[in-house]
C-alpha cells in the first residue's frame, strides 16, 4: 500500500533532495503553548491522522521510548552530518528520538511531524493521502529494525513486540503431531459475527477444525488419509500486544467494500492463559491491561483516526469537571434485569412516584412504555392480560375507582412497595460494586486522555465503551503486560532518561518560543494613537476644525494598550512641555461636518484595553471644557448632521417662486426637527424627507404635526439626507414624479374620501385631487379643511382604504405616497377616528373561532415585536375571555384558518406577520413546541375481519372517544369496492416529533379505547386521513414523523394486519376485488404488494393481479375505481406506438395521467371466462353519478339565471367567456377559466374583475357580491369552488 515510503539505505540516507520537497513558509506568530492537559499533540499535514495516532501510542509506550533513547550518537550518527556524502546518519530513529523529546518537553500545543516524513521520503502527496494504520504500523516497524541493524537496539522490535503461534495438527489414529510456528508483530482477529475480543480469541486459539468424512487429512507417519484434528495455540508473548480488528469486509454479493459496525467488546484487562500453549506459569504472567485504542470515524472510503491512550507516567494533567451527584438507581438502570419481568414491581414504583399515588388508567400504560421501553400489550398481555384486567385481580395491591379510569395504590402496599424497592436498590447497589475490573470501576483511576491530531483531551475508562460500535469504533487495540512496572522516579517526570543534547536542545527552543511569544505579545498589543490638541482647534459650524492645518494639529504616538490611561495622560505631560492646567483625554471622531468628541475618558487605574481604545484611535486632548472659548457639545447623542436642506425661493417682494434652493446645514442629531424652520426663517410648513432606500428612485416621506418635537436620530436621519421645506401657503405639493419637480396640477387625478370620523359634516363624501407621488398626510389635511371638521381631527385621525363590501382595510400611514401605500386612483378612503400605526407597529384584524363573517372582525394595534403570547393575552382581554386554553392562527389565502402560530415566545415580526393580516383566535391548547396532537382511528376495511371481528359492534357509537364515521356492511355480504370505510375514533396522542411511527403505533396501543389484542406494532399499518378516508401511505416503522411532514392538522389511523409488515421504497399496497359472475357488485377486498422496481406499467400491474388470483393474464381485465366520480377507467397494457420515446413512456407510467396510481387504490377485477363485458360498475355508482348529474344542473341554472341579468356592455359583443363550464369549473384551466381579457367572470369574483376592463362603470348594484372573497386574487390565480360563496 505504501509502496517504498520507508526505504532507507546509507547512500541515499543524507541526501535530503527528494521529489516533492514541500516549501516550509515561517508562521507569521510563534506556536501556541501547551493546554491545561500539559500533553503536547501532533499537527496533521492534511491526511496524516492515521500516522499521528501510531506515533502518539508509541509515544506513550515508555519502554518502546526509553529504548530508542538509549541508542546514543555514537551509534546513530548525528543530524548535522546528514548532507555529508560518507557520512552514516540513521535518519528515521534520530527523527524519532527528536519527535518524541518535543513531545515531552518542547512548550507547543502541538509539533510536526514535517521533519519525521521527509526522512521517509514522503512527498507532499503522500501527507495528504490517508492510508491504513494496520498496514502503516507494520511498515514502520520494518524500517525502524532495517535503520537499526548494527547497532545495541537491533532487536528492539523484536524484543517489545514479538510473538510466536503454533499451528498443530493431531492425527487420530497415530497421535502424531505435526506443528508448525508463525511469528506475529500483531494479531488480525475477526469483527464479524463475533461478539467480543475474547470470543474472537477463543473461535481462533481454542476451538478445533476437525478433519473427517470428505476432508481427511494426509499422516506422513500412517501414510494414508485419516481423521484429524487442527488447533492452534499461542506460544511466546511479547511484552507489548497488537490487535488489529477486521472491520472492513468484502460484500461478494454486491461486490463492494463495507465496514462493519456491530457491537464488538474488549475488556480492559484481559487474561490469555486460555489461548496459550503453555500454562504451567502463573496466571499474572497471561495478564495483560489495555492502554491504547485507536479509533476510525467514517466509512470504508475514508474516514478519520483519533486515539485513546492511557498515561501509564502520569505526564498529563488529568482533571476536569466531576458530576456533582450520582445517578439514582432506577428502573432504567435495572430495564435488562430480572425485576422488569415482575409487573407488580415496576406498577408498584410508577404509582409511588404520583402525587397521593393516584394516576389515569391510560397514563399508567404510557408511564410503563416510557419506563421500560415497551408496551405492555406486547411484554405482559400474553401472561397476564389486558392493563385492567390485572389490576382488578390484584385488588388487595391496586384500588381502580367505579368507572375503572383511575387506578391508585392502597396505603399498606405502598408502604411494602417502598421497602421492596430499598431492598432491591441495595442488592443491585452490592452487585454492581461487587463487578470487579469492569470499565466504570478500578482499584485506581488510569488517566486516559482522547489525542485528536492536536487536540488533547481527558476522557474516563467508561468512555471506551462508546466505542464498541457505530461508525465510529474500535480499530487497532494495544495491551500490555500488567506485571510491566515503572520506577518512581518516572512518574510524572518528561525528563527521565532522555539524552543530555535532546536536553539542551529543547530548553534552548523553549527559551526561543519565550522570546517570540514576548515580542509578538508587544507588537499585538502595541497601538497607533492620534492626539489631536485642544488650542490647535476651534468651534464653527456644529464641530471642530483645526485652526491652521490637519497636520499641525495632530500628533501620533504609539503606545502599549496593556498600561493604563494615567499612564497614557503621564506621556501625553512628558511631551507636550507647554501644557498648563488640567489634561482631559477624549475619545474623538471625523464626521463629515468636523471632528466631534463623543467620549471623556476617565479612571486611571484602568488598561487602555479594558477601556476598549482600539488601534488608530482619535484622542482629543483639552481642558475638558471649553475651546477657543466656546463650550462645546460632546457625547454620541449630539453628534452633528450634514443634511441637505431644499426649500422654496422668496421673490424680492417676499413671494415664493417656483425655484428650488439646496444648501448645506448642520444639526445635532439630539435636536427637534422642527428647528429646521428656525435655522431657514420659516414660521410653519411642512417637512419632507428623502427616501434612499425606496426601490425606483426617489420618495419622499411627510413628517406628522406630532412628530416635529422627534429628533433627527429618531426620524433616522444621517449624513447626507436631504430635507424638503414646503410653506404653509403653497397649496401644491413639491414631489419628484420622472425625476422632475411637479409645480402644477396638470397629471392630477383624484380620490374619494368618506366621513367615518363620527363627526357630523355638511357633506359625507369629498373629491381630492392628488397624484401617485402625493404623500397621504397631504390628502388628510386637505379633506378634513374640504369636510370642514375640527381642526383638532388632524392629530387623531387617519385614512383607511374601503373595499368594494364595504370593509375597511389597514390605515395608510401618513408619510407614504400614494403609489407605495398601493392606493389607485379612484379608490375610496374613509377619514377614520384614531392614529395611523407607526413603521414599528401592526395593525392586525383578529376574530373569535374559524367561522368568520366579513365586518366581523376586531381590530388592534400593536407593536411588532410583541411577543405572540402577549399578543393572545391582549385579544383575550379585548374579547372578555380568560383562560389558557387557547392559540392563534393566521388566517391563510383561502379565508380559512392556516397553521398555528407555535411558538408563543417568538416575535410577530419574526413569524412574517404583517398589517392587514387577519388572525383568528381557537379554543384549545397547543402541544409544546417539537410536539404533535394526533387524533388516532381504528380501521377497519371491507370483507372477513378474522380475529378482530369480535369488536366490530363498537362501530356504531356516537361520534366521541370510540366513535364511528360510518359504519360497515354486512357481513357476508357482497360489498361494494368504493363503500364507505369505518372510521372508529381511539382518542388523540401528545408526541413528539422527533418520535419514530413505530413509537406512535406503540403508544397508540395503550390507549384504553383500545381493547384489541395486538402482538406488535409491525401488526398496524398507518394512514394518514384524507376527507374522512385513509390518505397516503405512512411506510418505514423506524422513519421520524417530523419526514412525513405531517403538519399540524394530520390525523392518522390505523389498519390491523394478519401478520407483519415491511412494505420497501418499490412496493405499492392496492385492493383488489374481484368482481362476482351476474351480479353488479364485488367480493371481499385483498391487499396486494406490487413491486414497481422495474417500472409502473400496466403489463406489470396485470401480471401481478393474475398471479394473486392464479388466473390467466389475457383472461383478465382490471379498473381503477375513482370514488368521487363513481367511475370506472379500465387499465390496459396495449400502448400506442409513437415515434417519440419519451411519449411512449409517458403514456406507459400508470402514476401519472389518467390514473394517478397510489397506495390504497381499489382495483377491480373481472374473470373474462366467466363474464365478457366491459361493465365495471355497481348499482351504488349509477345511484352516485345521478346525484353528481343532478349538482351540475343545479349549478348551470343558476349560471344561466346570472348571465342574463349581467349589463349589456359586457355580453357577447365582448370578447369574454360566459360558458356554465368555465364559470362553475375554476380549476380546469382548459375550458377558459380565464377569459381572454384577462379578468375572472365567475359569479363569486365578478365584481372585483370587472374593475379591470375600461368599459366598468362606476357603480354596478345588480352584481351579485362575495361573501368571502374581498377582492378578486391577481390575474391568473384560480378561485374556490368547493362552496357555494355567492349570493344575488
Known amino acids: ?194 461478539s467480543g475480543l475474547e470470543d474472537a480469541l477463543w473461535n481462533m486459539y481454542v476451538e478445533e477444525e476437525v478433519f473427517d468424512y470428505d476432508n481427511l487429512y494426509h499422516c506422513g507417519n500412517c501414510d494414508r488419509l485419516v481423521k484429524a484434528a487442527k488447533s492452534a495455540k499461542l506460544r511466546k508473548l511479547p511484552p507489548f500486544l497488537t490487535i488489529s480488528l477486521l472491520r472492513f469486509n468484502f460484500d461478494f454479493v454486491k461486490c463492494e467494500r463495507y465496514k462493519e459496525t456491530s457491537c464488538y467488546t474488549f475488556p480492559l484487562r484481559i487474561n490469555l492463559k486460555p489461548f496459550c500453549e503453555q500454562s504451567e506459569l502463573d496466571d499474572l504472567e497471561y495478564m495483560y491491561d ?14 478519520h483516526y483519533h486515539v485513546y491512550i492511557k498515561d501509564v507516567d502520569h505526564l498529563g494533567n488529568w482533571q476536569f469537571q466531576e458530576d456533582k451527584s450520582k445517578p439514582d438507581v432506577n428502573l432504567e438502570d435495572i430495564q435488562n434485569k430480572e425485576e422488569v419481568d415482575d409487573p407488580l414491581m415496576i406498577l408498584k414504583a410508577i404509582l409511588l412516584q404520583e402525587e397521593s399515588n393516584l394516576i389515569p388508567v391510560d397514563q399508567l400504560g404510557q408511564k410503563l412504555l416510557k419506563k421500560i421501553g415497551i408496551s405492555w400489550n406486547k411484554k405482559y398481555r400474553k401472561q397476564y392480560g389486558p392493563l385492567r384486567k390485572f389490576l382488578q385481580v390484584h385488588s388487595q395491591i391496586f384500588l381502580l375507582s367505579s368507572d375503572e379510569s383511575t387506578v391508585r395504590l392502597l396505603k399498606d402496599s405502598s408502604l411494602q412497595a417502598e421497602s421492596d424497592i430499598q431492598r432491591n436498590d441495595q442488592r443491585l447497589f452490592k452487585t454492581l460494586t461487587s463487578e470487579s475490573l469492569t470499565l466504570n470501576d478500578r482499584p485506581s483511576c488510569p488517566h486516559w486522555f482522547d489525542i485528536n491530531d ?13 466505542q464498541f460500535q457505530g461508525k465510529e469504533s474500535a480499530y487497532m487495540l494495544f495491551y500490555r503486560k500488567s506485571q510491566l512496572q515503572r520506577p518512581p522516579e518516572a512518574r510524572a517526570n518528561p525528563r527521565y532518561k532522555v539524552p543530555r543534547h535532546l536536553l539542551s536542545e529543547m530548553d534552548a527552543a523553549n527559551i526561543e518560543l519565550q522570546i517570540k511569544r514576548a515580542e509578538c505579545d508587544s507588537t499585538n498589543n502595541t497601538i497607533e494613537l492620534h492626539l489631536h490638541l485642544g488650542p490647535h482647534y476651534h468651534f464653527f459650524n456644529g464641530a471642530l476644525h483645526p485652526v491652521v492645518s490637519q497636520t499641525e494639529s495632530m500628533w501620533d504616538l504609539t503606545f502599549d494598550k496593556r498600561k493604563t490611561l494615567g499612564d497614557l495622560r503621564q506621556s501625553i505631560f512628558q511631551l507636550l512641555e507647554f501644557w498648563e492646567g488640567d489634561m482631559v483625554l477624549s475619545v474623538a471622531k471625523f464626521v463629515p461636518a468636523g471632528l466631534h468628541v463623543c467620549q471623556t475618558l476617565n479612571g486611571d487605574d484602568l488598561a487602555l484595553c479594558e477601556i476598549e481604545i482600539t488601534d488608530g484611535e482619535d484622542i482629543f486632548v483639552w481642558n475638558g471644557v471649553e475651546v477657543g472659548g466656546i463650550q462645546i457639545p460632546t457625547g454620541s447623542d449630539c453628534e452633528p448632521l450634514l443634511l441637505n436642506v431644499l426649500h422654496v425661493a422668496t421673490s424680492s417682494e417676499g413671494e415664493e417662486c417656483q425655484q428650488l434652493i439646496e444648501s ?123 369636510l370642514k371638521l375640527l381642526k383638532e381631527l388632524a392629530e387623531n385621525s387617519c385614512l383607511r382604504p374601503i373595499d368594494r363590501n364595504g370593509k375597511l382595510l389597514c390605515p395608510v400611514p401618513d408619510r407614504c405616497t400614494l403609489k407605495e401605500a398601493g392606493l389607485k386612483m379612484g379608490s375610496s378612503l374613509g377619514l377614520c377616528p384614531g392614529k395611523a400605526p407607526t413603521s414599528s407597529q401592526l ?44 392559540h392563534l392562527r393566521k388566517m391563510d389565502w383561502c379565508f380559512e384558518a392556516g397553521e398555528p402560530l407555535c411558538e408563543e415566545d417568538a416575535k410577530l415580526k419574526e413569524l412574517m406577520i404583517c398589517s392587514g393580516d387577519t388572525l383568528l383566535l381557537i379554543e384549545g391548547k397547543l402541544p409544546p413546541l417539537g410536539f404533535l396532537t394526533v387524533p388516532i382511528w381504528w380501521y377497519q376495511p371491507q370483507g372477513p375481519l378474522h380475529h378482530w371481528k369480535d369488536h366490530q359492534d363498537q362501530t356504531n357509537c356516537t361520534l366521541s372517544q370510540g366513535s364511528v364515521w360510518k359504519a360497515s356492511s354486512t357481513p357476508g355480504a357482497p360489498s361494494d369496492a368504493h363503500a364507505e370505510v369505518s372510521l372508529w375514533y381511539l382518542g388523540d396522542l401528545e408526541i413528539s416529533e422527533d418520535a419514530t411511527l413505530g413509537e406512535l403505533k406503540s403508544q397508540a396501543m395503550t390507549l384504553p379505547s383500545l381493547e384489541f389484542s395486538i402482538p406488535s406494532p409491525a401488526f398496524l399499518r398507518a394512514w394518514t386521513v384524507e376527507k374522512k378516508r385513509p390518505g397516503q401511505l405512512l411506510r418505514g416503522h423506524q422513519q421520524q414523523l417530523k419526514e412525513y411532514k405531517l403538519g399540524k392538522r394530520t390525523e392518522i389511523c390505523l389498519e390491523p394486519l394478519q401478520k407483519e409488515e415491511n412494505l420497501g421504497p418499490w412496493d405499492v399496497l392496492l385492493r383488489t376485488q374481484m368482481r362476482l359472475p351476474g351480479k353488479r357488485a364485488y367480493g371481499p377486498p385483498v391487499d396486494v404488494l406490487w413491486d414497481t422496481a422495474r417500472g409502473w406499467t400496466a403489463s406489470s400491474l396485470r401480471q401481478r393481479v393474475a398471479d394473486v388470483y392464479s388466473l390467466p393474464v389475457e383472461k383478465i381485465e382490471i379498473a381503477k375505481y375513482f370514488p368521487d366520480k363513481f367511475a370506472w377507467l379500465p387499465v390496459s397494457s396495449w400502448n400506442q406506438q409513437t415515434t417519440k420515446r419519451k411519449k411512449k413512456k409517458k403514456q406507459d407510467n400508470l402514476q401519472g395521467a389518467p390514473y394517478y396510481l397510489k397506495d390504497g387504490d381499489t382495483i377491480g377485477v373481472k374473470n373474462l371466462l366467466v363474464e365478457d363485458d ?62 381572454p381579457r384577462g379578468v375572472c367572470l365567475r359569479p363569486w369574483c365578478l365584481p372585483a374583475s370587472l374593475q379591470r376592463l375600461p368599459e366598468y362603470p362606476q357603480h354596478l348594484p345588480t352584481s351579485p357580491k362575495c361573501s368571502v372573497w374581498s377582492e378578486c386574487a391577481t390575474l391568473g390565480r384560480t378561485c374556490r369552488s368547493d362552496r357555494d360563496v355567492w349570493s344575488h
Open 1174 to 1235: 366491459d361493465d365495471f360498475s355497481t348499482v351504488r355508482d349509477d345511484i352516485g353519478r345521478e346525484k353528481l348529474k343532478e349538482v351540475a344542473l343545479g349549478k348551470r341554472k343558476r349560471c344561466a339565471n346570472f348571465s342574463l341579468a349581467l349589463p349589456a356592455w359586457i355580453l357577447p359583443q365582448d370578447p369574454v367567456c360566459l360558458r356554465p363550464q368555465c364559470l362553475l369549473r375554476p380549476r380546469a384551466v382548459s375550458l377558459c377559466c380565464l377569459c
Open 290 to 303: 489495555l492502554f491504547s485504542v485507536i479509533i476510525h470515524k467514517g466509512g470504508c472510503y475514508g474516514g
Open 664 to 786: 448645506p446645514h448642520v444639526f445635532p442629531s439630539n435636536a427637534e426637527i422642527g428647528t429646521v424652520f428656525t435655522a431657514l426663517a420659516i414660521p410653519e410648513g411642512v417637512i419632507l424627507i428623502n427616501n434612499t432606500e425606496s426601490r425606483g428612485g426617489e420618495s419622499w416621506i411627510t413628517i406628522p404635526q406630532e412628530d416635529l418635537k422627534k429628533t433627527f436620530r429618531e426620524q433616522g436621519l444621517r449624513n447626507g439626507s436631504s430635507v424638503l421645506i414646503q410653506g404653509s401657503n403653497n397649496g401644491n405639493s413639491l414631489l419628484t414624479k420622472q425625476g422632475k419637480w411637479i409645480d402644477t396640477v396638470n397629471e392630477i387625478n383624484w380620490l374619494q374620501v368618506r366621513n367615518l370620523s363620527q363627526l357630523e359634516s355638511e357633506e359625507e363624501q369629498v373629491k381630492i385631487s392628488a397624484t401617485l407621488n402625493t404623500v397621504v398626510f397631504d390628502i388628510r389635511t386637505k379633506a378634513i379643511k374640504e
Open 454 to 466: 492536536s487536540t488533547v483531551q481527558p476522557i474516563k475508562e467508561r468512555d471506551i465503551e462508546q
Open 843 to 886: 395593525f392586525l384584524f383578529f376574530a373569535l373561532g374559524s367561522d368568520v363573517h366579513p365586518g366581523t372582525e376586531m381590530e388592534i394595534i400593536v407593536e411588532e415585536t410583541i411577543s405572540v403570547r402577549d399578543c393572545l393575552k391582549i385579544m383575550l382581554d379585548k374579547c372578555g375571555l380568560t383562560g389558557e386554553t387557547w
Open 1 to 194: 500500500m505504501f509502496g517504498d515510503l520507508f526505504e532507507e539505505d546509507y547512500s541515499s540516507v543524507s541526501n535530503n533532495n527528494g521529489k516533492g520537497k514541500r516549501l516550509k513558509t515561517k508562521a507569521l506568530e510563534p506556536p501556541a503553548p501547551r493546554e491545561f492537559t500539559n500533553l503536547s499533540g501532533i499537527r496533521n499535514q492534511g491526511g496524516t491522522c492515521y500516522l499521528n495516532s501510531l506515533l502518539q501510542t508509541l509515544h506513550f509506550t515508555p519502554e518502546f521510548r526509553e529504548a530508542l533513547f538509549s541508542l546514543g550518537l555514537e551509534e546513530l550518527g548525528s543530524l548535522e552530518d546528514k548532507d555529508k556524502p560518507d557520512a552514516k546518519v540513521r535518519i528515521i530513529p534520530l527523527q524519532l528520538q527528536r519527535l518524541f523529546a518535543q513531545l515531552l518537553l518542547l512548550d507547543q500545543k502541538a509539533v510536526s511531524t514535517a521533519d519525521l516524513t521527509d526522512s521517509f521520503g514522503w512527498t507532499s502527496d503522500e501527507e495528504m493521502r490517508q492510508h491504513d494504520v494496520q498496514e502503516l504500523n507494520r511498515i514502520l516497524f520494518s524500517a525502524l529494525e532495517t535503520s537499526l541493524v548494527g547497532t545495541s537496539g537491533h532487536d528492539l522490535i523484536n524484543r517489545l513486540y514479538h510473538g510466536t503461534i503454533v499451528n498443530q495438527i493431531v492425527c487420530k489414529e497415530c497421535k502424531n503431531v505435526s506443528e508448525k510456528q508463525e511469528d506475529f508483530l500483531d494479531l488480525t482477529v475477526a469483527v464479524k459475527n463475533v
